[in-house]
């Protein structure tokens, strides 16, 4: 399913690595600017991963994806 619709303080960004486990996950309503930058690097240090190894994902806080 795909769709276009305006981004919402709700709304979420996640970080996932290759294998799509979740590394981290920062709320729009607290973001700061600069910190998803720096959360990536912080992860990429803390899980020897690269930051070209890791996917951000905006996730609309009303869309459930069925498996």
Known sequence: MFGIREIQP????????????????VYLKSYDEGLLSYLKEELAQDTEL????????????DIRLKE
């Open 10 to 25: 709700a709304d979420s960004v996640a970080y996932y690595d290759k294998g799509g486990n979740e590394l981290a996950r």
């Open 50 to 61: 690269t930051t070209d190894d890791m996917t951000l994902v905006i996730e609309p806080h």
